[in-house]
């Protein structure tokens, strides 16, 4: 792995991802995939049974490249904790273990904590087919488990690693460095108030604010919807280009008598 | 669809998944899977680049059929959104467009509340390659963007919709015991297309809209105020009567000879 390769915010320390007999490359490139969108980089695999290195996972990474070429083997669960303090297991349903059940948010806020006293965690994801044993659950400090309709609660590996990578950006705070969108500003409410005067004075004119005793609520409503609209100086500008063609063109048809 | 095969949350009211020019079966299969994850079942297709039905998508929705089968089919993003209030726009990052931008939490709020008013609401996706053009992204009421590491942003179709679902299925949850809020109906945008045609037609003949090659961008930026404005029904009927107040004479009037 080289350090150019790789964004800067990779390497800001974060928990490690831990695949405990995954089945298809293709998955694993997509796990590497998933963590790369939310600053994840340490991958762990265990037992993967189509082998490893793997050019399918390389593929389907989409160019998490320093992922896949950062990805570590073992041969046991154990042996990929070991150096980890905090390690949670995902399940798709609590289970009958007396452990802390928490959902991806509290999970994130969890080992952030952790990884903010200076140590390591990790989470814990199972194969495809039936995800994690009860042996390798036994091994985690708590559960992670994901809200999803109870009628059609399967999430795949990629899935529930771009769900946990997810929580873990948002309890980071990560999301704060990225550049801010830029608001334009909006138009001063004096500006606001001449544009309200125009489109009045030319309505009393064609007499729609009519009946008097409705003036005022007509008004009313109409300037509600231009301030809903959080007006900029630009558009304030162009909706009076907009009254005044409008009424050019009455002018214009009364003049030809249409 | 049948009622028998479709898990109950199913019909509770939800967002709509609007996907415009799709590509590969493939991923709208794995998008009605997500969508079945997070109790979303209304599913329609602009323009899918590889046609539908899709033996494809069947079989990578990994069993959510009721979601395809209930798909639909649309020739152009307006008519796919012509029955819902709030539409909502994803895009990688937010673009130069005067348009409210929320992550997908607040944009799950925003549609919670609109849901809950018993009004129709959809979220768009863009295809696989580029996403949403501007034409699709003007239709919308605001952009929905995911925070992601700047240096690895981009996010696959399946997995924008997955996070969406995901935020909305935690908005749902949360909000359960909420009393409703009182929100006035949101016009539905085919009430918006004809309020705007009728505004672009008379600002041609008063030859506003021009230079021709200036018309596209000068079109768009006045139906975003619009579309900031998240529009009652009564308020299109009030901007139609002005439309008409401003540009029209009345017959009274004309006779008379004013």
């Given at each position: 792995m080289s350090d150019s390769s790789?964004?800067?915010?990779?390497?800001a320390p974060a928990p490690a991802v831990i695949l405990v007999a995954p089945q298809l490359g293709e998955n694993i490139g997509m796990v590497a995939r998933a963590m790369a969108n939310f600053g994840l980089s340490d991958l762990r695999l265990v037992n993967p049974r189509d082998g490893w290195p793997s050019e399918q996972a390389r593929a389907s990474a989409s160019g998490a490249d320093w992922v896949i070429d950062g990805a570590r083997l073992y041969a046991s669960t154990a042996e990929a904790i070991a150096d980890l303090g905090l390690v949670l297991a995902t399940t798709a349903r609590p289970r009958e273990m007396a452990k802390p059940v928490h959902d991806a948010e509290a999970a994130a806020t969890r080992l952030a904590g952790r990884i903010d006293a200076g140590e390591g965690a990790g989470i814990l994801f199972g194969g495809e087919?039936?995800?994690?044993d009860n042996d390798d659950i036994a091994l985690a400090d708590a559960i992670v488990t994901f809200p999803t309709d109870p009628d059609f609660a399967s999430l795949n590996l990629a899935q529930s690693v771009l769900l946990t990578g997810y929580a873990w950006f948002r309890a980071r705070g990560l999301?704060?460095?990225?550049?801010?969108?830029?608001l334009p500003p909006l138009a001063p409410k004096a500006d606001l108030e001449r544009l309200f005067e125009h489109l009045e004075g030319e309505l009393d004119t064609a007499g729609f604010l009519f009946p008097e005793e409705k003036r005022p609520s007509m008004v009313r409503n109409l300037r509600t919807i231009f301030l809903k609209a959080e007006l900029t100086e630009q558009e304030v500008r162009s909706l009076r280009g907009v009254i005044r063609a409008l009424s050019e063109l009455k002018t214009r048809r009364a003049d030809t008598g249409h």
């Open positions: 790789s964004p800067v915010s990779e390497r087919r039936a995800g994690l999301e704060g460095g990225r550049p801010r969108a830029e």
